[in-house]
């Protein structure tokens, strides 16, 4: 498998760029790395670091899209920045996928503008995995789509059904639409329209109804579906909630125990990892014909490597030809 990797990307690129392309490569002899970038800082972090092998090449770019640049107009003035360069790699079916740690405004816009979309998808969105009481959901969409129709939510449930089945295991995902209450006539005019929509749907049997914020980690549903702007307040809410709680709790915990502090410092640091972005290296935008990761902005190398073998997971999990199956089984082929 080929994958563009945006060198430049995240907040301590390209060095932990080019170290967790080189620990991903070293465990799948079969995966080949294209780091998109400066060429000449590339191949220097590269020649710093030993690296002689024949699975990291260099794919030359200029420049690249700030974090706090604004996407449409970076990509303007940087038509060859690494992330733009990474999509028309794929585009042009030189590699398999595009992963990237950089501005997520930007990688979503610059796959948008190549077009890639799976047969039957409206609009591509991003899933999140997060934790719960029962184990693990799919929240989607997380920030690429702000002005979500109906249409769109009905194909995020289908998408996150697939991706909650074949990478976290479940079996019958339940889908929940995320809302202000459970009762029939809660929240604005898509939620309530989008809610009547799904009671009709082919995934009726799937769909568990209207849930809360809260329900989202109580696990009252498998998939939770939203537009993008909330779903990304929700992501960044949690990530905040989370970070707070387990620095609060491992303050209080440790401060009241002596022997045994190692073992709590342990336990709250298992705990932790289940909100850490780190663990699972990025969140997939479903619904683009081919594979794109989206990682944190401080991302580490570990958080690389992870995306880069997840990359490989949703090609060997046949995600995207099961999307294309299902929209078109639910759809009638449209």
């Known amino acids: 498998m080929r994958i563009a990797l945006d060198a430049m990307g995240g907040d301590d ?12 490569v070293q465990a799948h002899p079969e995966l080949e790395v294209l780091l998109v970038g400066d060429e000449p800082v590339l191949r220097e972090a590269l020649e710093d670091r030993g690296y002689s092998g024949d699975q990291l090449t260099i794919a030359p770019a200029e420049g690249a899209v700030g974090m706090h640049e604004k996407p449409t107009d970076a990509l303007r003035k940087k038509p060859n920045c690494s992330i733009a360069v990474c999509w028309k790699l794929m585009a042009t079916q030189q590699v398999d996928a595009v992963v990237s740690a950089g501005n997520t405004g930007a990688v979503v816009a610059a796959g948008l503008r ?9 609009r591509p969105g991003i899933a999140v995995t997060l934790p719960t009481l029962k ?9 690429a789509n702000p002005g979500a129709r109906t249409e769109h939510l009905f194909q995020y449930g289908i998408m996150g059904s697939i991706y909650a089945k074949q990478i976290l295991g479940i079996d019958n995902p339940r889908i929940g639409l995320m809302n202000i209450g459970t009762e029939e006539g809660k929240g604005n005019e898509l939620a309530r329209e989008t809610h009547q ?3 009709n749907s082919g995934l009726k049997d799937a769909y568990v109804g209207n849930v809360e914020g809260r329900g989202l980690y109580e696990g009252l549903a498998d998939v939770l579906i939203c537009e993008g702007f909330v779903g990304n307040v929700v992501l960044k809410v949690s990530e905040g909630i989370a970070s707070m709680m387990m620095k609060m709790l491992a303050g209080a915990v440790l401060k009241s125990l002596e022997n045994e502090k190692y073992l709590a410092k342990a336990a ?6 289940s909100f850490e972005h780190n663990e699972v290296g990025g969140a997939p935008l479903l619904g683009i014909d081919g594979i794109c990761l989206i990682g944190h902005g401080s991302s580490d190398a570990r958080s690389i490597s992870n995306a880069l073998s997840g990359a490989m997971r949703l090609k060997d999990q046949h995600v995207n030809d099961l ?7 639910h759809t009638g082929g449209e």
Do not use: H
């Open 323 to 329: 999307i294309v199956e299902q929209l078109a089984a």
């Open 268 to 273: 709250f640091e298992e705990v932790s990892k």
């Open 197 to 199: 929509f799904l009671l």
């Open 135 to 143: 184990g693990s959901s799919v929240l989607m969409d997380v920030g």
């Open 13 to 24: 690129a390209p060095s932990i760029n080019i170290d967790g392309a080189i620990t991903a």
């Open 114 to 122: 190549t077009r890639l979309f799976l047969k039957g998808v409206k």
